[in-house]
């Protein structure tokens, strides 16, 4: 999965590629260095980031999804939204999957969107509001807690009729960086082997800041640890630059 930020103020890519040529030229690049899906969001969920609604997300998305569509039919395009207006928007512009950050808690609407449309839908575990998502939990157990999280929400998915469901644990909202750590070391026992897995560790602080280098600088390091979480049983890698990544 090749992410694609429409964004000004992403901490890796910001401003880059949130104009629709450009925009249409990194779903290029990230097609042809491997990526199979596109993720395309128009709001940056960093800490600190600029807090958008959603006729901004929609601005900022305009025609890329259609554009990507009908330049590149063969891909994939999840949509990077916890905005059940977007979702709409995506889906009568062709996307293939919901990906929401949010777990259905940012928006009332949003999950019974996703079940209406009939879309895959990606569960990320996270705390239950905007303002918090980023507030350091105290877990006992970091996979433990998780589980229960996925088991309680996965319960609420299906009794809406969502029954394609892809589980993403959530690295960087809400841990500490020894507990991203644990999750990665415990990951095959994340969601217990019964739905396809998420993982979505590229550039975060976990992995840069504790050798006092920035996002860029971190290239191995990261791969290792997509390699590990492969070995471990992920069945998506959701990156910014798929070329790194040979399978």
Known sequence: ??????????????????????????????????????????QSTRPNAEYLKADEEIRRIGNVISLIKKE??????????????????????????????????????????????GLPYILMHINPTYESMHE??????????????????????????????ILDPGFGFGKTIEDQYQMIEDFEYIGFGELPILAGISKKSFIYKPFGKQPNEVEQETLDLHYKLLEKGANIIRLHNPESLII
């Open 1 to 42: 999965m090749g992410i694609l930020n429409l964004t000004p103020d992403s901490f890796s890519d910001g401003g880059k590629f949130n104009n629709e040529k450009s925009a249409l030229h990194q779903a290029e690049n990230l097609l042809k260095n491997g990526a199979t899906i596109i993720d395309v969001g128009a």
């Open 72 to 117: 590149f039919p063969e891909s994939l395009i999840s949509l990077d939204t916890f905005y059940s207006e977007v979702v709409k928007l995506g889906f009568d512009e062709g996307i293939d999957i919901v990906n929401d950050i949010s777990a259905g808690q940012f928006d009332s609407e949003l999950l019974d969107t996703v079940a209406e449309i």
């Open 136 to 165: 350091k939990n105290r877990f006992d157990d970091v996979v433990l807690s998780i589980n229960r999280f996925f088991s309680e929400k996965v319960n609420l998915l299906k009794q809406k009729g969502i029954k394609d469901i």
